[in-house]
């Protein structure tokens, strides 16, 4: 048994536990205090830390865990790895087996060129590349890359769950609203994530096949995405990739 528990960071970073027993992973722990704070609330110990890619919200505070577990395992992108640190570098096809549990290693450039996501027992951990109704900002990659890796996700079964690594939620449904706005799936899921918010709950985790009636940049073959890229872009557009790089600089600026 497998539970996952959602460490809040920063203003809007989630650190993910995966907990077995008394023992626990951790998912890109941008800072230490929260997650040590929640170990030792939970008794727990910690056997490795898992990273999606090289940026200081999600790697700051690997030196500090690793100073407190000494004996903690690193994992990370082999295309992105963390100089200071010896850890096991992954890249595409890897596969990491914890208490019985097994999580595959997806390569999925676009927000960072080494980035990677971890996928098994029905969840997906994708730090910055895929977000609940929306997507990562281009900060190495190629909207062609990206749009590559979100399509590779998408093809994940319906009930995978999503741990991403920021609550961009709500915002993420507010553009996703502009590009569709006859979409009854976003206008039901603002609704929803909206109560969440209200109460201090996250909006995570999300289920993938839900996240394809309302995440805009995974319906670029949608006639009702390409009509309003279209008009945003004042072009047409030939195909889904195209749309998509149209819609993430749409969004970059909404």
Known sequence: MYTVITVPAFNDNYIWLIRHDNHCLVVDPGEAAPVLARLEALGLELDAILLTHHHKDHVGGVGDLLSQFPHARLYGPRHDPMPDHHGQWLEDGDQINWHGLSLDVLHVPGHTL??????????????????????????????????????????????????????YTLSNLRFAHAVEPDNLAIQRRIGVISK????????????????????????????????????????CLENPEDTFAVLRGWKDVF
């Open 114 to 167: 080494g980035h990677i996501a971890y996928h098994g027992n029905g969840m997906l951990f994708c730090g910055d590349t895929l977000f609940s109704a929306g997507c990562g900002r281009l900060f190495e990659g190629t909207p062609a890359q990206m749009y590559a890796s979100l399509q590779r996700l998408a093809a994940l079964p319906d009930d995978t769950l999503l741990y991403c690594a920021h609550e």
């Open 196 to 235: 969440l918010r209200q109460q201090g709950l996250p909006s995570l985790p999300s289920r993938l096949g839900d996240e394809r009636d309302f995440n805009v940049f995974m319906r670029c073959e949608q006639n009702s995405v390409r009509f309003s890229a279209e008009k945003y872009a004042l072009k």
